[in-house]
Each structure stands twice: as C-alpha cells, then as structure tokens.
C-alpha cells in the first residue's frame, strides 16, 4: 500500500510473503549459521537483483549470535549496501552486538504489548477456534504472558489442554500457572492489615500443599498492593473489597510493602527453597511494621521518662 505503507495482504508478493514462499525475502537463522562462511553466501547472494519484488529483504534473526569474523565479514556491505538491498537484524539481546554494526543500523526498539492488546488478540483467536473463555481466564493469561504475544499464544495451547467441553475457564487456568485465587489474595492482604503472623503462615502452608507458583503469587500480590497505592493517591477505582484492606494500611506501609515484595520477587530466583523465601517475605511485611509502631512507642516512652526525670 503506498499510501501508508501498510501490506495489503491480498496482492500476489504480499500472500507470498506470509506464506514464506516469497523468493526475495530470505531469513536466516544466525544461531544455526553463526560462521563466516555463511555470511559470504548472503553477501555474494546480495549482488544480484530482486526478481519479483522492488527489494531483496535478508531477515537475520538473533543476528547477536553470529561470530566476530562473520560481523567483520558484513560489515563493508552494511556501509555501503546496494540499493535493491534491506537488511533486517532482529535480536533480543542488542549488548551483543559489536558497536561498529549498531552504528550503521537505524535501531527500531519493540515495545510489549499491552494485557489489553493481547487478551483483545486472545480473545479473536479462541473465537476463531470455536473455544470459549471466561474474561477472567483471559486476563490471567494476558498477564501471565508480560508483554509477549508468543507467550500467551503458548500459554493459551496449555489452557485448552486443560479445558473441558471446548471452554477455558479461570479456575483451571490459576491451577495450570499456579496462581492464587482472589479470595487467597484478599486474604492474604487482610491478614497483613491485621498484622496476624499465624494466618500468613496458615495460608502460606495451603498454598505450598496445593502446589502454587510462589513467585506468581508474589507478582499477584505486587499487582494488588500496586491498584491499592494507586486508589490511595489518585482517582483510580478499585474493587470494594480491596478499597477496604486501602482503608486500613496507611500511606507508607502501602509503599514499604511494595518494596519488600520486590525484593521477595529478586530473592526467589536465586534460591531453590522457593517456599522459604515466600513465606518470610510476607512475614517480612508484617514485621517491618509492626517495628515501625514499637519504634514509635518507644521514642514516645523515652521522652515521658526524661519528662519526668
């Protein structure tokens, strides 16, 4: 489409093109073809002019995985490229890259998607294979994915394997990502509002006899305390239930616990006794804060007693 540069996935090159089968777009695997040799036949591949398309299109895919002589190899044809030539570098890890090639490329950063942009995808794709999803299913398998859609596509294979009667629902889905379910999570929270140390130990136990996903437990509860900060400084409109726990968890704690749960989250993929590492981190929660308050009563004893003395 030369209006907007938009393919229009009808004409011949464009069919062509999504099927693979188009003759002047080449893509090449840099992790199975890492050597020098490889880039000379893409280089001398390179000289001859497209035959069906106004450009010959080489797609290097994790280009940060080929060798120092092949990049050195490219480098001449990346300064000067001839004019029927595009290369297209992708990689996932750009640090890699010698700065000389980087130079020479105008970089394009792709940003994640957004949960909405992919539960939205999600949505389309289970319609068009006649399945059907609570919303809820959906949310936690957008969110699950962070930003990649590969991922949730991946994600959402899994839930239909664990689905019955062509429907996805959210309860089969917590168990396949070993998540939490809402009400765990609110009482969790109710119990480090209440600073009661024995129902976080009780609920921590369920959790590891039912086979949960610690640290996506954590990232659950990061994503809770999170909409909580947010209704308490802002305008954001939670859940009746969490507006209540808001209520009672003051401006600071609210922050301190995000942090903590940071932690946890940095802590729990360093360590294989991931159950450890859940527990103490909410028993954490409630212990920053409860010294906090000691802390206080003590500075406000210790001036009574120099009062009276």
Do not use: W
């Given at each position: 489409?030369?209006?907007?540069?938009?393919?229009?996935?009808?004409?011949?090159?464009?069919?062509?093109?999504?099927?693979?089968?188009?003759?002047?777009?080449?893509?090449?695997?840099?992790?199975?073809?890492?050597?020098?040799?490889?880039?000379?036949?893409?280089?001398?591949?390179?000289?001859?002019?497209?035959?069906?398309?106004?450009?010959?299109?080489?797609?290097?895919?994790?280009?940060?995985?080929?060798?120092?002589?092949?990049?050195?190899?490219?480098?001449?044809?990346?300064?000067?490229?001839?004019?029927?030539?595009?290369?297209?570098?992708?990689?996932?890890?750009?640090?890699?890259?010698?700065?000389?090639?980087?130079?020479?490329?105008?970089?394009?950063?792709?940003?994640?998607?957004?949960?909405?942009e992919i539960a939205s995808h999600l949505q389309?794709?289970?319609?068009?294979?006649?399945?059907?999803?609570?919303?809820?299913?959906?949310?936690?398998?957008?969110?699950?994915?962070?930003?990649?859609?590969?991922?949730?596509?991946?994600?959402?294979?899994?839930?239909?394997?664990?689905?019955?009667?062509?429907?996805?629902?959210?309860?089969?889905?917590?168990?396949?990502?070993?998540?939490?379910?809402?009400?765990?999570?609110?009482?969790?929270?109710?119990?480090?509002?209440?600073?009661?140390?024995?129902?976080?130990?009780?609920?921590?136990?369920?959790?590891?006899?039912?086979?949960?996903?610690?640290?996506?437990?954590?990232?659950?509860?990061?994503?809770?305390?999170?909409?909580?900060?947010?209704?308490?400084?802002?305008?954001?409109?939670?859940?009746?239930?969490?507006?209540?726990?808001?209520?009672?968890?003051?401006?600071?704690?609210?922050?301190?616990?995000?942090?903590?749960?940071?932690?946890?989250?940095?802590?729990?993929?360093?360590?294989?006794?991931?159950?450890?590492?859940?527990?103490?981190?909410?028993?954490?929660?409630?212990?920053?804060?409860?010294?906090?308050?000691?802390e206080k009563q003590i500075v406000i004893r210790?001036?009574?007693?120099?009062?009276?003395?």
């Amino acid at each position: 489409n030369l209006q907007n540069n938009e393919p229009c996935c009808i004409c011949t090159n464009c069919t062509q093109i999504d099927s693979g089968r188009f003759v002047d777009v080449i893509e090449i695997d840099a992790a199975s073809n890492t050597g020098v040799d490889n880039i000379r036949e893409v280089i001398e591949n390179a000289q001859y002019t497209p035959t069906s398309g106004k450009y010959k299109v080489f797609i290097i895919d994790e280009v940060h995985m080929l060798s120092k002589s092949a990049f050195n190899a490219m480098l001449k044809t990346l300064e000067e490229p001839p004019a029927h030539i595009i290369f297209i570098l992708a990689t996932t890890d750009p640090q890699k890259v010698p700065i000389t090639v980087i130079s020479r490329c105008l970089q394009l950063k792709l940003r994640n998607l957004s949960s909405v942009e992919i539960a939205s995808h999600l949505q389309n794709v289970l319609q068009q294979e006649n399945y059907s999803a609570d919303n809820s299913a959906i949310e936690l398998l957008a969110n699950a994915a962070n930003g990649s859609m590969r991922d949730a596509l991946s994600l959402t294979d899994q839930a239909i394997a664990f689905s019955t009667n062509k429907q996805i629902h959210s309860q089969s889905v917590e168990q396949m990502l070993g998540l939490s379910n809402e009400d765990s999570l609110y009482t969790i929270l109710k119990a480090i509002a209440a600073s009661d140390s024995n129902a976080i130990v009780n609920i921590c136990q369920e959790l590891n006899q039912n086979g949960a996903n610690f640290e996506n437990v954590l990232q659950q509860l990061q994503n809770k305390i999170f909409q909580i900060s947010l209704a308490q400084l802002s305008s954001t409109k939670i859940d009746d239930k969490l507006q209540d726990i808001a209520r009672r968890i003051s401006l600071q704690d609210i922050q301190l616990y995000f942090d903590i749960i940071n932690l946890g989250l940095e802590q729990i993929n360093k360590i294989s006794q991931k159950y450890n590492v859940f527990t103490m981190t909410l028993l954490r929660v409630i212990s920053f804060t409860i010294g906090a308050q000691e802390e206080k009563q003590i500075v406000i004893r210790g001036n009574n007693c120099s009062v009276q003395t």
